[in-house]
C-alpha cells in the first residue's frame, strides 16, 4: 500500500490535486452541510489520507482541532511546510490506527483513501476508525465506485461501505458529479 504513491509524489505526479482544486466549492458546501447543527467548539477532525493537507487545513480553519495522516512521508512534509493552520499531521497507516495513538475524533474525513484499499485493507481502517470515533461521531467519505480500469483505484461499493462500518449508520449516499468527488 502506497508504494505507487510514494513514486507520484517523488516525481510530481498528483493529479487528484488539482482534482481538489477544481472541487473546492462542492467540497465546502458538503463541510457546510455536515457543521451545520454542531455547536462550537466543532471537536476533533482526522483527516483519513490527508496527502499534502490540503482539506486538514480547510477544516482546522473552519474550527476544528484536526489531525491529517498519510502513510506517505513526502506528503506529510510537504503538509507540514505548507500549512497554515493549527493542524498537526502526522506520517501513519490507516489500517493501524491504534499504533499511531492518535486519540478519539468526533468527525473524520475520507477523501479518496479507503476506496484504494483491498477489503481486508478497508475493514482493518474501518476497524481503527470505528475505535477512535467519539459517540456520535461523523465520516465523511468520497469515494469511487468500483470500476477495473487501470490506473484508477479500485473503489467502494455500498454493500461493502456497509460491512466495513457495520455498527455505524448510513444517513446518505449521493453519486455526487465528477466535480464535486476530488480523487486521491
Excluded at 472541487?23 to 455547536?39: G, I, P, T
Excluded at 466543532?42 to 499534502?52: F, M, N, T
Aim: hydrophobic fraction near 40%.
Amino acid at each position: 500500500m502506497g508504494t505507487g504513491y510514494a513514486l507520484a509524489y517523488r516525481f510530481g505526479i498528483t493529479p487528484w490535486e488539482r482534482a481538489g482544486k477544481t472541487a473546492e466549492a462542492s467540497f465546502s458546501a458538503l463541510l457546510d452541510r455536515e457543521e451545520v447543527e454542531r455547536s462550537r467548539p466543532l471537536g476533533r477532525a482526522l483527516d483519513i489520507g490527508c496527502r499534502r493537507g490540503l482539506h486538514t487545513d480547510e477544516l482546522a480553519t473552519r474550527g476544528w482541532e484536526t489531525v491529517g495522516i498519510d502513510n506517505i512521508p513526502r506528503a506529510i512534509d510537504a503538509a507540514t511546510r505548507r500549512a497554515t493552520s493549527s493542524a498537526s499531521f502526522v506520517v501513519a497507516d490507516v489500517t493501524d490506527l491504534a499504533a499511531a495513538r492518535l486519540g478519539t475524533f468526533d468527525f473524520f474525513l475520507d477523501v479518496g483513501c479507503l476506496h484504494g484499499l483491498s477489503p481486508a485493507q478497508r475493514l482493518a481502517a474501518a476497524s481503527g476508525i470505528s475505535s477512535l470515533a467519539n459517540r456520535d461521531a461523523t465520516l465523511l467519505m468520497l469515494a469511487f465506485q468500483p470500476t477495473r480500469t487501470p490506473l484508477i483505484p479500485g473503489g467502494v461499493a455500498r454493500p461493502d461501505r456497509e460491512t466495513a462500518f457495520g455498527g455505524w449508520d448510513l444517513l446518505r449516499s449521493n453519486r455526487p458529479t465528477p466535480a464535486a468527488c476530488p480523487a486521491r
